[in-house]
């Protein structure tokens, strides 16, 4: 990717585009579902109306943490504002943990005191509504991601997948009722909540990871060992550093060069290799420490 103002640009629209529709497709999601649960009282249909409403929190909230680490750095945030995504995330894992241990206590309620469903033709019909919905908007977030490598659409489109087999699940329970099976409606809500805590977990992990400056990726890695060493007259580099906050990627590391080459020289070679990375990496800051070394001199040597 080239990072030009123009492509700059393109990430902002489709970044905000892809969490503005994810809001709108789970307001609808939950109010359907909340709607025909209301006839229908199914334990796992209120699971799956429960995580929408907790994907609908985490979607305002990404759709506002997005525009707030787009915002360019200031005075008194000199790195950008990316972190302020995790601090969210973290969050978010925390009320989707407590809701999912609140559904485990009413499925386990369920399965002990099993109750009547009616109307579980409505209960099918909005769960395959909810499918559908979630396919297009999960097709949709896949586009996005290949566009923009975005971060906070990857961890919104794995809400999503998480609510297709969710619906999955609401769709067997009322299917099993109809053969007396009247436990699995409690089951699946216990499993459901299960699947939430660990995708909590998950969540959690992911922005502790990042909060502590975990380096990039090894493909990312892999990519900037290929770009450093590009130019010829370039021997090596030692002490890489990496960390991504948000959008944002910070690359650091002293470039080697032969002793003899003037400072413009070296200049020049060091800003090529600047200009390469930061054209691979979308909104990326490189800091380059220019070290002369001996021409034909090993890594050991050095």
């Given at each position: 990717?080239?990072?030009?103002?123009?492509?700059?640009?393109?990430?902002?629209?489709?970044?905000?585009?892809?969490?503005?529709?994810?809001?709108?497709?789970?307001?609808?999601?939950?109010?359907?579902?909340?709607?025909?649960?209301?006839?229908?009282?199914?334990?796992?249909?209120?699971?799956?109306?429960?995580?929408?409403?907790?994907?609908?929190?985490?979607?305002?909230?990404?759709?506002?943490?997005?525009?707030?680490?787009?915002?360019?750095?200031?005075?008194?945030?000199?790195?950008?504002h990316?972190?302020?995504?995790?601090?969210?995330?973290?969050?978010?894992?925390?009320?989707?943990?407590?809701?999912?241990?609140?559904l485990?206590?009413?499925?386990?309620?369920?399965?002990?005191n099993?109750?009547?469903?009616e109307?579980?033709?409505?209960g099918?019909?909005?769960?395959?509504?909810?499918?559908?919905?979630?396919?297009?908007?999960?097709?949709?977030?896949?586009?996005?991601?290949?566009?923009?490598?975005?971060?906070?659409?990857?961890?919104?489109?794995?809400?999503?997948?998480?609510?297709?087999?969710?619906?999955?699940?609401?769709?067997?329970?009322?299917?099993?009722?109809?053969?007396?099976?009247?436990?699995a409606?409690?089951?699946?809500?216990?499993?459901?909540?299960?699947?939430?805590?660990?995708g909590?977990?998950?969540?959690?992990?992911?922005?502790?990871?990042?909060?502590?400056?975990?380096?990039?990726?090894?493909?990312?890695?892999?990519?900037?060992?290929q770009?450093?060493?590009?130019?010829?007259e370039?021997?090596?580099?030692?002490?890489?550093?990496?960390?991504?906050?948000?959008?944002?990627?910070?690359?650091?590391?002293?470039?080697?060069?032969?002793?003899?080459?003037?400072?413009?020289?070296?200049?020049?070679?060091?800003?090529?290799v600047?200009?390469?990375?930061?054209?691979?990496?979308?909104?990326?800051?490189?800091?380059?420490h220019?070290?002369?070394?001996?021409?034909?001199?090993?890594?050991?040597?050095?």
């Amino acid at each position: 990717m080239n990072n030009t103002a123009g492509e700059n640009c393109q990430y902002r629209k489709l970044v905000t585009l892809a969490t503005s529709v994810a809001v709108l497709v789970v307001v609808l999601m939950l109010l359907t579902k909340l709607v025909v649960w209301h006839y229908s009282p199914s334990a796992s249909l209120l699971g799956s109306a429960l995580d929408s409403l907790f994907d609908l929190v985490a979607s305002v909230t990404n759709l506002l943490i997005v525009r707030w680490s787009l915002r360019p750095a200031d005075n008194e945030h000199r790195f950008g504002h990316g972190k302020a995504e995790n601090m969210a995330a973290l969050l978010q894992g925390g009320i989707i943990s407590v809701s999912a241990v609140l559904l485990i206590v009413h499925g386990w309620d369920r399965m002990l005191n099993p109750t009547a469903i009616e109307h579980t033709f409505w209960g099918i019909v909005v769960s395959v509504i909810a499918i559908i919905l979630t396919l297009g908007l999960v097709n949709f977030q896949y586009y996005v991601i290949r566009q923009t490598d975005s971060l906070a659409i990857k961890a919104d489109q794995l809400h999503y997948k998480s609510d297709l087999m969710l619906n999955f699940a609401v769709i067997t329970a009322l299917v099993l009722y109809q053969f007396d099976w009247q436990f699995a409606d409690g089951l699946l809500a216990i499993l459901i909540g299960l699947y939430l805590i660990w995708g909590a977990l998950q969540l959690a992990y992911m922005s502790v990871q990042q909060l502590l400056d975990h380096q990039l990726p090894e493909t990312e890695l892999a990519r900037i060992d290929q770009i450093i060493r590009r130019p010829e007259e370039v021997v090596g580099y030692h002490q890489l550093k990496t960390r991504r906050s948000g959008q944002h990627r910070f690359i650091q590391f002293h470039l080697e060069l032969d002793q003899q080459l003037s400072l413009i020289e070296a200049h020049r070679i060091s800003d090529q290799v600047q200009h390469a990375l930061e054209a691979e990496f979308v909104d990326c800051q490189v800091i380059i420490h220019q070290d002369p070394v001996a021409s034909g001199t090993s890594p050991i040597e050095r």
